[in-house]
């Protein structure tokens, strides 16, 4: 995803990192072949907590992400986690 906004791109490159290393569902991010697994998912994440949206909506977005499309029983409390640690991101580079 292409974004001319030089902090949107910092933020794009953060939300990429934390669904990588934090959210890792399915455990790779030790496996440099795999560092754009979770890619297919970033344009959303990256438009839902840029859109403001909250914990939960976002926490949600990644359990429902777990069970469709990834095959994974979802794990809730990691995903609201993951959905807090994006929105620390949010306001610190956007406030």
């Not at 001319?4 to 496996?31: A, M, S, T």
Request: with cysteine; proline share 4%; aromatic share 10%.
């Amino acid at each position: 995803m292409k974004l001319r906004d030089k902090k949107d791109n910092e933020f794009y490159k953060r939300c990429d990192e934390i669904l990588h290393y934090v959210w890792d569902p399915i455990g790779v991010q030790d496996i440099p072949g795999a560092r754009d697994e979770y890619h297919g998912y970033l344009p959303q994440v990256f438009k839902l907590v840029k859109a403001d949206a909250d914990q939960i909506k976002i926490a949600e977005y990644l359990d429902r992400t777990e069970k469709n499309d990834i095959g994974l029983l979802s794990n809730p409390s990691k995903n609201l986690k993951v959905a807090a640690i994006l929105l620390d991101w949010r306001a610190a580079i956007y406030n």
